[in-house]
């Protein structure tokens, strides 16, 4: 019953929110929020939790502020996600800003193949969009969602915005292997491990484990491994991207997989900190929480 509850919730809100007009459905998720906010359930909490790790410098009411902002820009996700459909091209594209593009259009045109790492900030479909409008179509993966009809609905999604998105499983990564051997670009949101066998990384001063697939991946298939960092402005998106992190020379392929996944974790933690509102963090990162 709760799987069907949860189904139509999101069903719902796909057609309401959509068919509503834009100010009054920003108005209402930014007060849903604050409602959310005020419950102090298990997301906020952890919200918090997350947070208090990035700045632990914070007294009680400044981090109880960016907790508030950081939900409100996570509900902003949602009613994104809920009114993306019907969005034009012009819009998409009038409403995104990049650092450093040709870190990822320069590999896709010499058919190197491209690996994007970046965490759960700001709206990570809406950068996907835009590369797929500009003539750069992306595999990524996504987490199998219950009840499997809401899995489903979250695929035909990404489908129609021109993503090919692959079910997280065992067959995954030879696929994405494929794709990168073929010039293409994968997209992978990495600042969580989801198999139980990520690697081990420092992460604001603590232990955590994060996924090893983009690492491994640039090593085997000489693809070009980047990070990006997605924060939202006041009418779209910002997408900072970094240099390639290279393949260490020396080194068993896990250790030099583990040295490149922490540099990739240092850099999520610089733009992080910088922009700690749009990190949609609400799961469990360190090893250590308790939370």
Same mark, same amino acid.
């Given at each position: 019953?709760?799987?069907?509850?949860?189904?139509?919730?999101?069903?719902?809100?796909?057609?309401?929110?959509?068919?509503?007009?834009?100010?009054?459905?920003?108005?209402?998720?930014?007060?849903?929020?604050?409602?959310?906010?005020?419950?102090?359930?298990?997301?906020?909490?952890?919200?918090?939790?997350?947070?208090?790790?990035?700045?632990?410098?914070?007294?009680?009411?400044?981090?109880?502020?960016?907790?508030?902002?950081?939900?409100?820009?996570?509900?902003?996700?949602?009613?994104?996600?809920?009114?993306?459909?019907?969005?034009?091209?012009?819009?998409?594209?009038?409403?995104?800003?990049?650092?450093?593009?040709?870190?990822?259009?320069?590999?896709?045109?010499?058919?190197? #193949?491209?690996? =994007? /790492? !970046?965490?759960?900030?700001?709206?990570?479909?809406?950068? +996907?969009?835009?590369?797929?409008?500009? $003539?750069?179509?992306?595999?990524?993966?996504?987490?199998?969602?219950?009840?499997?009809?809401?899995?489903?609905?979250?695929?035909?999604?990404?489908?129609?915005?021109?993503?090919?998105?692959?079910?997280?499983?065992?067959?995954?990564?030879?696929?994405?292997?494929?794709?990168?051997?073929? #010039?293409?670009? =994968? /997209? !992978?949101?990495?600042?969580?491990?989801?198999?139980?066998? +990520?690697?081990?990384?420092?992460?604001? $001063?603590?232990g955590a484990r994060m996924p090893g697939g983009p690492a491994l991946l640039a090593i085997q298939t000489g693809a070009d491994l980047i990070t990006a960092f997605v924060k939202y402005e006041k009418s779209g998106i910002h997408i900072f991207f970094e240099d390639a992190i290279p393949v260490p020379e020396n080194g068993t392929v896990g250790e030099k997989a583990a040295v490149m996944t922490q540099i990739m974790a240092d850099r999520f933690a610089t733009?992080?900190?910088?922009?700690?509102?749009?990190?949609?963090?609400?799961?469990?990162?360190?090893?250590?929480?308790?939370?």
């Amino acid at each position: 019953m709760s799987e069907n509850l949860s189904y139509w919730g999101y069903t719902l809100a796909w057609k309401i929110v959509r068919w509503l007009p834009e100010k009054l459905a920003y108005r209402i998720a930014d007060r849903f929020a604050d409602f959310l906010y005020s419950r102090n359930g298990k997301g906020v909490k952890r919200l918090r939790f997350n947070f208090q790790k990035v700045h632990p410098e914070l007294d009680s009411s400044e981090l109880e502020f960016l907790t508030n902002a950081g939900f409100r820009s996570y509900l902003r996700y949602w009613c994104d996600t809920f009114r993306f459909p019907s969005w034009s091209i012009e819009r998409l594209l009038s409403t995104t800003t990049c650092s450093n593009e040709e870190l990822l259009r320069e590999p896709i045109a010499a058919k190197r #193949g491209c690996i =994007v /790492a !970046l965490p759960h900030a700001g709206n990570w479909d809406h950068a +996907g969009a835009y590369f797929c409008a500009t $003539g750069i179509p992306l595999t990524t993966v996504a987490e199998h969602l219950k009840p499997e009809k809401l899995f489903r609905k979250f695929l035909e999604y990404r489908s129609k915005i021109g993503m090919e998105v692959l079910d997280l499983d065992s067959r995954s990564i030879a696929t994405l292997a494929q794709r990168l051997r073929a #010039g293409k670009l =994968v /997209a !992978l949101v990495a600042d969580r491990d989801l198999s139980k066998n +990520g690697v081990p990384v420092n992460f604001f $001063g603590d232990g955590a484990r994060m996924p090893g697939g983009p690492a491994l991946l640039a090593i085997q298939t000489g693809a070009d491994l980047i990070t990006a960092f997605v924060k939202y402005e006041k009418s779209g998106i910002h997408i900072f991207f970094e240099d390639a992190i290279p393949v260490p020379e020396n080194g068993t392929v896990g250790e030099k997989a583990a040295v490149m996944t922490q540099i990739m974790a240092d850099r999520f933690a610089t733009q992080i900190s910088r922009h700690t509102v749009d990190w949609h963090m609400l799961q469990r990162i360190w090893v250590d929480a308790d939370a």
